[in-house]
């Protein structure tokens, strides 16, 4: 029987040649699907993996040659940045001189509801289309008098297309005087009070508190002090808890910030924004690049996770984050793209890659594994396929509160990726499990499923028409030259 897009149907995932479960690796082991196992679906769940025949009724997709993983979940991004991709002024430029000069000056172009419309779609095509199938988007795009509900469009946009949303609320309470000094209207500050009532209500209209929900809110100043008085911290940590959400922000992106901190505060951004109240299992931080050794055992003592971004961090320069170790310890930590102003490939097969390849070229990696740490280099067994697909999978699903997603097993949610190995690219592998991964650029998808609905098929998603995507965005970017 030929799939067919259904939000309730029963379905049977048969013949795939492999398998990454998305939990995490003990020694090697537990990581794996056994070869050749199908799964079965029934009511958005994962009913049964094993050697399984068709059902009556039953939708089959054929998975012969593929691979099947978890749908990824994507801890960190900033939608609306999908149409300011490659903006010439900030290309070479690190994050606070990028900041002016692009997502900044940028926004005025997005007082309609059009222009954030178009951005989000082509950010979650994007994403959809590497197999993910949770986004958390960190939408900081608010401001004083925004004639349109952005949260709303955010959202319109990610159930349209199937997809697991969290909304981070972010914006800010006060200008940031190293970037702001030139700011458009829609860049302006909302009052304290004005953001509490933006989060309160985005929370009453959208959030859903269980494990598998399809719409989450999280409250999100964009960056801790410097878009808010050191006072407001605590409030709205009281606010979110009082209401059952989660916080997130960015934090420790680059070395400016760790010196700012120690100049102004007398200590480490972790140790600061925990005299604030801002660390806890319920929080969760973007980039964390500059942690030093007491930060990553105070994440995790206390649960606080990292949104890693390898890309974006390579792209702006700022640092290689210390993820290793940190998974060592237990932190929780998710996998990224950021904003498509600062990764320009902001798909998670993409991101997914990076960080394999980036931790085993990390000098400290070859410091950390060998005697004495004297010898330099990287280590080649720094983060394998397996944990990129843990962090990416379960890990960032735990990040996030949704703790019936992100791994292939009994009971799950039926978030799945199954990826065809059909491109030169992947001929030759002797482990097809890891090809997704380890062979760079984007799989073919041959289905994707989010809560057993199928959403994407034959790498393509239903009823979508890209060429017309294209051609609307492109018609915003020529606006905005």
């Known amino acids: 029987m030929k799939a067919s897009k259904g939000m309730n149907d029963d ?27 199908d799964i079965r679906v029934r009511g958005g769940l994962i009913q049964a993996i094993g050697r399984l025949q068709p059902e009556p009724g039953e939708a ?3 998975a012969r040659g593929c691979v099947v993983y978890p749908g990824w979940v994507n801890t960190h991004h900033h939608l609306f940045q999908s149409l300011l991709k490659g903006i010439p002024a900030g290309i070479d430029l690190p994050l606070l001189p990028w900041l002016a000069a692009v997502p900044v000056p940028y926004r005025r172009h997005f007082d309609h509801e059009h222009a954030l419309r178009i951005a989000a779609r082509v950010g979650l095509v994007e994403l959809l289309l590497s197999g993910c199938t949770t986004v958390a988007d960190h939408q900081y795009h608010v ?3 925004m004639p349109y509900d952005a949260s709303a469009v955010v959202f319109d946009e990610a159930a349209r297309l199937g997809l697991r949303f969290v909304l981070c609320r972010g914006g800010q309470t006060q200008a940031r005087a190293m970037t702001d000094t030139v700011a458009p209207p829609q860049s ?3 009052t304290l009070d004005a953001f509490m009532a933006g989060v309160e209500d985005d929370t009453l209209r959208f959030h859903d508190p269980g494990p598998m929900a399809m719409r989450r809110v999280v409250s999100a100043i964009t960056t801790p002090n410097w878009s808010c008085k050191p006072e407001h911290l605590r409030v709205m940590a009281a606010q979110a808890r009082a209401l059952g959400i989660r916080l997130h922000s960015h934090l420790s992106e680059t070395w400016d910030y760790v010196r700012w901190a120690r100049d102004v505060h007398g200590c480490t ?13 319920d929080v969760w931080f973007a980039h964390m690049v500059h ?9 995790a003592s206390t649960g606080t996770g990292i949104a890693h971004c390898p890309q974006s961090n390579a792209r702006l320069g700022s640092g290689i984050a210390r993820i290793p170790e940190a998974l060592a310890l237990g932190v929780p930590v998710g996998l990224a793209v950021d904003g498509a102003a600062s990764n320009e490939a902001a798909d998670m097969a993409s991101e997914a890659h990076a960080a394999w390849l980036m931790h085993r070229a990390d000098p400290r990696a070859g410091q950390r594994a060998r005697a004495g740490g004297t ?10 396929v397996d944990e990129v697909v843990h962090i990416g999978t379960a890990g960032g699903a735990r990040l996030l509160g949704l703790g019936g997603v992100g791994t292939l097993a009994v009971g799950m949610a039926a978030d799945i990726a199954v990826y065809r190995l059909d491109q030169p690219r992947h001929f030759g592998l002797h482990d097809p499990a890891i090809g997704p991964v380890a062979s760079g650029g984007r799989p073919a998808l041959r289905a994707l499923l989010v809560q057993g609905r199928l959403v ?26």
């Open 60 to 62: 089959v997709i054929d």
């Open 143 to 145: 401001y004083p008098g």
């Open 11 to 37: 379905w049977l995932i048969q013949g795939a040649v492999a398998g990454i479960s998305g939990a995490r690796p003990a020694g090697g082991e537990g990581a794996r699907l056994p070869a050749g196992c």
């Open 269 to 281: 951004p972790l140790q600061w924004v925990a005299q604030h109240d801002w660390v806890g299992p």
């Open 188 to 190: 302006a500050p909302e």
């Open 375 to 384: 010898q330099p280099g990287g280590h080649a067994a720094a983060l394998t």
């Open 291 to 299: 942690l030093d050794d007491s930060e990553l055992h105070l994440c």
């Open 456 to 481: 994407a098929e034959h790498d393509s998603i239903p009823g979508l028409d890209l060429a017309e995507l294209q051609a609307q965005a492109q018609t915003l970017v020529a606006g905005m030259l």
